[in-house]
């Protein structure tokens, strides 16, 4: 589709959508959110940005630039400038982002009482979490995948040696090796904070660079399956933990120096979730 075309399509379909909405027809609504949020991911994903970090960085400036909204711009730049210096934008440096479903009003931090433009009420503003991890999965459902993950990956690595497991794939990127690592890291940092949650009121949760460590060979123990044992028995430890607390302690909050304000409901799924990715990484690596 040419870009005029496509624009036009996209924006019908939302204004469509808005009038569906406005008679009561949900279903005739959902498709034509979901067919203009797809027009719009497809056409992101054919645009392929390189990903070089100036030409991403000289992006960012350029977006900010072009912007009318002087609290959304210092974000960009607050982030930018983080970015520059290798670490990640804290929540006060880009508080969460709120849309006005009605008139797309954007405001950071919280939503207004009423909307300033259109007059919706602040509770019907759609809230942008930074990653849908957080609101992946509610409480037995991340307790399942908890669980089901590492049986999974158990079977992916089953039967591999050792120097199977280590091997670096020809393109630089992870070994099989620095996946469990990974997880077990991940593992880690959640079981810490499971603890905190429950020791502690409102508690702060440090950012962790978890990412970074899955190539720091200093504290490794030996083997994978050692590191796989380690990830699979914190993991079991934590899983009786959250199947004792009472169940409205899943909702406790802790502050999260990236994310804001955070429930254990929200820091389980976004784990959960986030293993799921690694997932597949192991599959093809297997292959
Ligand atoms: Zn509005």
New binding site residues.
């Given amino acids: 589709m040419k870009q005029t075309e496509w624009t036009v399509t996209l924006v019908h379909l939302l204004s469509l959508a808005l009038r569906f909405e406005g008679e009561g027809q949900y279903n005739l609504a959902k498709i034509a959110r979901a067919k203009a949020d797809s027009l719009s991911r497809r056409a992101a994903w054919e645009l392929n940005l390189p990903s070089d970090k100036e030409t991403l960085a000289h992006d960012i400036e350029r977006v900010a630039a072009s912007l009318d909204d002087a609290d959304l711009q210092t974000a960009f730049r607050a982030g930018a400038s983080a970015r520059a210096s290798g670490r990640l934008p804290l929540i006060q440096e880009i508080p969460h982002p709120y849309v006005?479903r009605?008139?797309?009003?954007l405001t950071l931090g919280e939503a207004p009482e009423k909307?300033?433009?259109?007059?919706?009420w602040g509770g019907t503003f759609l809230w942008f979490p930074p990653v849908y991890w957080l609101e992946a999965l509610d409480p037995t459902e991340a307790l399942e995948r908890l669980r089901q993950t590492p049986l999974e990956v158990a079977a992916l690595i089953e039967g591999l040696s050792e120097e199977a497991l280590t091997r670096q794939p020809a393109d630089g990127g992870w070994a099989i090796r620095n996946i469990v690592s990974h997880l077990r890291d991940a593992q880690g940092v959640i079981a810490f904070r499971v603890d905190l949650f429950l020791k502690e009121e409102n508690p702060v949760l440090e950012s962790k660079a978890v990412f970074a460590w899955a190539r720091d060979e200093n504290a490794r123990p030996p083997s994978v399956r050692e590191i796989f044992d380690a990830y699979q028995t914190s993991r079991q430890q934590m899983i009786a933990k959250l199947e004792s607390i009472p169940f409205t302690d899943w909702w406790r909050t802790g502050r999260h120096e990236e994310f804001g304000v955070v429930s254990i409901k929200q820091q389980v799924s976004y784990f959960a979730a986030h293993e799921l990715t690694h997932l597949p990484q192991i599959a093809r690596l297997v292959k």
Avoid: I, L, Q
Wanted: proline share 9%; with cysteine.
């Fill in positions: 006005c009605t008139c797309g009003h909307c300033p433009d259109c007059g919706a």
